[in-house]
Every structure is written in structure tokens, then in C-alpha cells.
């Protein structure tokens, strides 16, 4: 069986090592990530995903002509952030629960693969088909260009089935929101803060603007029996020189969630409608929108897909319980798998794994301990019988 003791191990190892997004990126996490493999016997390659970063992979062989496993797990966290009363990079076990960055997203679940390779190594039997891992990088970026590169290189085959072991509550994660991130800048005229009517004020529109969308977004008719509504979070604001300056400009980042039928394509326009419904308003002042990052459709995995079904069966084998999915289980978040799906048009790509999203990018991130051993029983006794 998958040593529990060791993933725990390698866990906290991995949350010791810095690898936000940006930042440090995910260099060092991929040396050790590499040595670990090789301890294990196997021969990790490197794929380029730009010049300085690459995702890494290693395989073991199956017996048969089954289709291939392939489990996938990013590398690279988001920044740190404030908060804290544990150690972001301390890996603290505390009761039942490892604290730190990516201690959920997705650092337990790297774990689990990287210990499920290493016991397929040493272990007699083998599964039907080859089990993959691929460790990307830029899961956490505007890009994901650890996905893009994944399939740009032609590794994977039509007949793949894919999981990204990412926090879902132990749950399945069977469908999974379109993401579209836009940067939207508006002009204003800088003045005076004492002669303010002569100016106008950039951050006061913006803040009119990002007001109206919310709005906007949470009136759309669109409610998708999985994924629910849509939804909008502007996660960057920019704007302002100096209190007694009228700010000339103001830049926001925002991130748009979309359920059928919206697609990416979409988004662009309803920004533009609803900046310049409020820009009419104030005579003079201009905007301009962008896309920001890689399209993320909406994406939904088939129910007879051979991953969901061994999932299923596993986790029922298990628990002598069946597989909860739906409901609160993270859908809303975009992963490799996702992304994977959305450009090979698969319908064998999941998500299922140890931790919650709704611990995920927070401060006190965490993962329990259960969740990790219950993750190594079902991978295991999924792979035995795949």
C-alpha cells in the first residue's frame, strides 16, 4: 500500500519549499520533486514550459493496452499573503491538520502521486495501462502554461484518462466553472484635490463601474444545475497618485465565473456594455479592456468516462459509501485537468483530492490527515484494479 507515514512526509517537505506564483516559481520544488522520483528508481523527464520553468514527468509502465492514467499535480502556490498565525512555510502538524501555503492547493495531493509512483515501482503487480505523473508549473498564473505545454508536447493520448488531485472535499469534481480574467483600466482628468470639479475622479468611476457589474453579473438568467451562477471578484485595484491629487487613472483585475452557455468569448463584450453604460455618466472620461491570461471554458467530464467510474467503484470499496459530488465541492475553481480538457476536447479529465478549495488560498491554508490517508487508500485501490 501507499506508505501514508512517507506522503505525510513529503507533504510537509514540499509546503517547506517556496514556490508562489509569482515569486521564487517552482525551480526548487522541481529538483526535489526529481530526486524524490529518482530515490524511487524512476527516470523523471523535464518538458519545458518557457525558457526557466518545466513541468516534470515520470511514468510506470502497465501490463496491458489500457488506457493511461494520468494524474496531475501543480507545483507553484499563490503568493503568501497576510493573515497568518501559523508559518506559511512551516508545515506545522497541529491535531489532525498540516498548515502552510499550498498545504491543500496542491501539496498533499503532489504528495499522494509522487508516493503512488513510488510504491507502483516497488510493488509486483503492475496495473493494465501506464500510470503518468506530470507536475506542472503556472497552474496558479494568468497563463497555466504548465497545461499548455503538457499538451503542446504531445504526451498525451486521445484515450487518456486524466486526474488533477486537487482540494475538493473528497468529493468529485465532475464539471468545473469557465474562468475568464480581464484588466480594465478607466481615464479619468487629474486635478487639484482643492479644485476637484475641474478633474475627474478615476478610482470614484471605477469603483462605479466594478459596483454596476456585480450587479450586472448576479441579475444573468444562467444557473447551471452543477456549477450553479455565475459570479465576479475583483481581485486587483490599482489607481490614485496622492490624496490631494484627483487620481487620472485607475486598473482593476478582475476574474469572471461562468456556467453554460457564457464562454470566454463573451466576457469582453458584457465589460465593455456595462463600463460604458457608467461612463455616460461622466462626459470625458475614457476605458480600455483587455483579455488577461489563457481561456478557461467550461468543462464537464463524461459520467461513463473509465476515470469516474473507477473512482466511484474505488471510494466505495473504501468507505462502503458512494462518491459525493455536486453541491459545494469547489467547482468553481479552474485546474490543469480543466484546462487539459478545454484544449483536447476530453471528456476523460476529473478532479478529486485531499483538502477543501475553501481552505485553499487562505491564510492558515491546511489539509487534515485524514484526508491525505484516505487519498492513498482509494489511489491505491484504484490503480490495482484499473
Known sequence: MISVENTIRDARALIRIDSQNPGPFEGQCAEWIGNRLTDFGLTPSRQSADLSRSNIVAAIPGRGSASRLVLLAHMDTVPIGEGWTYPPLGAVLAGDRIYGRGACDMKAGLAVAINLLGWLAAAPIRPSGDVLLVATVDEEGPEMGGAHALVASGLLQPDDQILALEPTGMRLRIAQMGLRWIRLTVFGRMAHAGRAHLGLDANHIMCRVIDDLKQAV???????????????????FRGGIAPNVVPPSAEVQLDLRLVPPMTPGDVIAFVRERTEHVLSEFPGARYEVAPLGAERPAVRADDNAK???ALRDAFRTCT?????????????????ASMVAALTGSSSATVFGPGTTDNAHTSDEYVSIADIELTCRLMAELVQNW
Open 307 to 309: 476515470i469516474v467510474i
Open 218 to 236: 448576479s441579475s444573468l438568467p444562467h444557473n447551471d444545475a452543477i456549477l450553479g451562477r455565475p459570479r465576479m471578484t475583483c481581485g486587483v
Open 320 to 336: 462502503q459509501a458512494a462518491l459525493p459530488s455536486g453541491g459545494d465541492d469547489g467547482h468553481e475553481a479552474y485546474t490543469d
